[in-house]
């Protein structure tokens, strides 16, 4: 009886630890939701880079760029306030290969990077 004891107060031991290990994750800002979309191929003309996190992200340490493929930078811009989106507005862009990449100050102190690419297409109507 005091085996099965010991066994099931391990067992409750390592939920609790693994349920307090996964809390500390959820409190990083993870990308949700971008436009253009990672791999997307955009016909219509892009304006803006707009990335939705979970959370805020630190305003002034936080920056989002985009790339042109050989990596030149096209655009750059700083958070300005804490927000859960990222914005950055773009020159026209010609059709070809981009990429946005993003650094986010989490809320929780952790640091968020990622990158990911678009392709403008040529527009059916030029």
Aim: overall charge positive.
């Amino acid at each position: 009886m005091k085996l099965i004891r010991y066994a099931w107060a391990a067992v409750l031991a390592a939920g609790l630890g693994l349920c307090s290990a996964t809390a500390g994750l959820a409190h990083h800002q993870f990308l949700v939701e971008s436009f253009p979309a990672s791999r997307q191929r955009v016909v219509k003309p892009v304006r803006q880079i707009r990335l939705v996190f979970e959370g805020k992200a630190d305003a002034v340490i936080s920056t989002i760029t985009l790339k042109s493929r050989n990596g030149l930078v096209i655009a750059k811009a700083t958070q300005k306030q804490a927000s859960k989106e990222l914005i950055l507005d773009t020159p026209v862009l010609q059709p070809g290969l981009y990429e946005v990449d993003y650094r986010i100050l989490a809320t929780d102190g952790a640091i968020v990077e990622g990158a990911f690419p678009f392709i403008v297409e040529p527009s059916l109507s030029a």
